[in-house]
């Protein structure tokens, strides 16, 4: 009963380093998406993709790339890291997002500080 | 413009007694308010939703009451647990072209002492 996989859990960057976090989803869902949780900001939606080769860019896209080559895998790259980065990224999935009922399944998190 | 808001950042509550969880929102086009529970740690697991046309929902001990004139909802927990400590996350959901997009607000910390 894995549902989504994230890894790691922790990453320590220096300002300029690049990573990727990575995503994984056993429940064969259509529908993934990135968000960062900062101190009183809620869960904000980076990017998003609605199935293999689509994706989308959400409410705070800037700094971060996606794709979606697989349905199970969705990672996220930091290509230069910066300080304002520095938050815990969450990876969800949710069936269909043709529902309004859109639940969504979330990973346990990537703690990332950028120092 | 936060759509989506939960302006009580914490609350602390006594075991057995009413938890009630308030969020208020500004877009009249949500379509459903789905309430998420998060430990520390941990990723937000779904709790408990409610469509727009409805004004109660209940699920065991968590009811969610909803108010659409007054763009309101609110999450009661009875009776409240030390297992119910948590953050808790409002969020509603909107169509955005074929997809249903979720908006959170900030969260509310719960505290149930013993």
């Known amino acids: 009963n894995a549902g989504v996989t994230q890894t790691p859990k922790f990453q320590v960057l220096k300002t300029g380093q690049s990573m990727t976090l990575q995503c994984a989803q056993d429940?064969?869902?259509?529908?993934m998406s990135w968000y960062r949780q900062d101190p009183g900001m809620g869960l904000r939606l980076i990017h998003y993709?609605?199935?293999?080769?689509?994706?989308d860019q959400g409410e705070v896209p800037n700094g971060y790339n996606v794709s979606r080559s697989t349905t199970e895998d969705f990672p996220l790259r930091l290509l230069s890291a910066a300080p304002s980065q520095t938050s815990v990224y969450f990876c969800?999935?949710?069936?269909?997002?043709?529902?309004?009922?859109?639940?969504?399944?979330f990973g346990a998190g990537t703690r990332l500080s950028v120092l | 413009d936060q759509q989506v808001k939960q302006n009580s950042p914490s609350l602390s509550v006594q075991e057995g007694r009413i938890s009630i969880l308030n969020c208020d929102y500004t877009?009249?086009?949500?379509?459903?308010f789905l309430w998420y529970k998060k430990y520390p740690a941990e990723g937000p697991t779904f709790l408990i939703s409610?469509?727009?046309?409805?004004d109660k929902n209940e699920d065991g001990r968590f009811t969610v009451f909803l108010n659409k004139s007054a763009k309101h909802l609110s999450l009661h927990i009875v009776p409240s647990q030390p297992g119910d400590s948590a953050v808790y996350f409002c969020?509603?959901?909107?169509?955005?072209?074929?997809?249903?997009?979720?908006?959170f607000g900030k969260g509310t910390l719960l505290t149930v002492n013993p």
């Open positions: 969800a999935s949710s069936y269909d997002t043709g529902l309004a009922k859109n639940i969504q399944y």
């Open positions: 429940m064969n869902h259509e529908y």
């Open positions: 993709s609605v199935g293999a080769g689509i994706t």
């Open positions: 877009n009249s086009m949500f379509d459903y």
């Open positions: 409610i469509s727009s046309i409805k």
């Open positions: 969020a509603a959901s909107a169509r955005k072209g074929s997809n249903y997009k979720l908006t």
